[in-house]
Structure formats: C-alpha cells, structure tokens
C-alpha cells in the first residue's frame, strides 16, 4: 500500500484531511510555515504554533514541514545571505520541534541556468558545509532533513551533498514535477540515483511549461511508471500529493494503491 501524505496550507486543510491520513497511516505535510510573512512576524508566528498545537492534539500520523524556500540560498557566496537562510531553516526546526515534525523539507536552490565552470564545485562545497551542521542539529532532535530538487538538471548533484553531509538524518525529497521541468534526464534516472536516500516524493503532474500542480492523470508526467518503480524500491518513500485544490487530490488518488481509502 502506499504510503501518502496530505500537503496542507491552512488550519481547515489540518481539519479536512486529518481523519483519512491516520486511517491510511500516512500523514500531513504542513506548507504554512515556510510562509515569509509569518516566519518574520513574532507575534504571529508564536499564534501560529499555538493554533496548530491545538489542531493536531492527539494526532497519530507522519508529520512533515516544508521549510522556507523563497530567495533563500544556503550556498550564496555572501554570508549574510546565508545567515539568513540559516535563521529561517533554524526557525522551521524549532517549529517542527514544538509541533512534533518527523521531517523538514528544504529545496537545495541550484541555480542550474547558471553555465559557470566552476559553480556546481563551489556550490558542492558550500552546501556540504551548510548542512553538515544543520543536519547534526536536526539530528539532536529526531527531526529528518530532506534536500529537495528544484532547478538541479542532475540527481547526482544532490546526491552528492548528502552523501558527503554523511548524516543518516540527512536524505532526499524527489519533486517528480521539478525533475521534469527542469532537467532533461528521465525520472527513471533520478530514482535510481536517489534510491539509497529516498525518504519521500512530491507528486503533481504538469503540462511541461508551468509547475501547475495538475492532478496525477493530466500532464506529461506517467505515473503508472513512475509508481512502479518506486514500489519497487527496497524501502519506497513516502508520497505527498503536493496539491492546493482538494478536487486535484480527490481526482489523483485513484492512481495510488489505499487499500483503506473511502
């Protein structure tokens, strides 16, 4: 069976899909926090938190956050930059921390327009030594830290970081839609790469210009494949439906195996 996730963005997400996300022993995947005008807003964030706290007492499921992405780059070359960055991942950390998270998902941010010689070096390096203590301090928590592809044409790029990282609490996300848009490899191949590190995948289809989150069975993305394989896996990861729009995840779960779903 497989294993899926609910991406929520809002309180009534929390309450909707709540009841069937225990009853399938998946779990949520919460979107809100990685919000920069709730991220730097004191008030609001701690209202926040107080406000989730409430709707997830007694909740049984995976718990998972989506740390902040906009214009953060972990391995910019100027430093205050990059102490930003560390400040608002450090935030997502203690906010997964208070509300009980399993997992945070950070996207790596390669910036693949850019045809440098010596940027993926540079990057590498940077982003080793971003996340090396990142990790260890997400380890001393029970919190996993999961490296998402965005504009990266090759898995090998990330794979390479957390291989280096060399913290088992240090692992992959797949955006099988990102993978698609933006490299040209095939998602075969970036499975097979990112296998030994695979903790979850983001699933949405697209019609290859937008990443438009389209349910499962529109766009060019073939999920009967892409399934497959991933079941096929030693240890397959678990599956959010990265999707917004309740009927694009009521139309996308027929193309999942939940034995248990209504």
């Known amino acids: 069976m497989d294993r899926i996730l609910y991406a929520t963005y809002n ?9 069937q996300a225990e009853r399938l022993q998946g779990g949520l995947e919460l979107h809100m926090f990685s919000e920069p005008t709730l991220l730097s807003s004191n008030g609001q964030i701690d209202e926040a938190i107080a406000a989730y706290a409430a709707a997830l007492k007694g909740y049984s499921g995976i718990l998972g956050f989506h740390g902040a992405f906009y214009d953060m780059v972990s391995a910019s070359l100027d430093p205050e930059v990059v102490a930003l960055t560390l400040r608002r991942y450090r935030q997502g950390l203690e906010i997964a921390s208070q509300l009980g998270g399993d997992y945070l998902v950070f996207h790596a941010n390669y910036m693949g327009g850019w045809k440098l010689p010596n940027y993926q070096i540079g990057w590498h390096e940077r982003q080793v030594a971003f996340w090396r203590p990142f990790a260890a301090e997400a380890a001393e928590r029970g919190i996993y830290v999961l490296l998402e592809n965005m504009w990266a044409p090759d898995p090998a790029i990330l794979r390479d970081v957390i291989e280096e990282v060399d913290n088992p609490y240090m692992r992959a996300c797949l955006d099988v839609a990102h993978a698609t848009l933006y490299s040209e490899l095939p998602i075969s191949h970036w499975i097979e790469v990112l296998a030994p590190y695979l903790s979850l995948c983001h699933l949405n289809n697209t019609d ?33 439906l990265e999707m917004s729009d309740r009927d694009v995840v009521s139309a996308s779960l027929p193309y999942l195996d939940l034995a248990l779903a209504d």
């Open 11 to 19: 309180l009534d997400d929390i309450t909707f899909y709540r009841p």
């Open 208 to 240: 290859g210009r937008l990443d438009n989150h389209a349910p499962l069975g529109e766009g060019i993305i073939d999920y009967s494949l892409v399934l497959a394989q991933l079941r096929a896996l030693p240890a397959p990861p678990l599956l959010t």
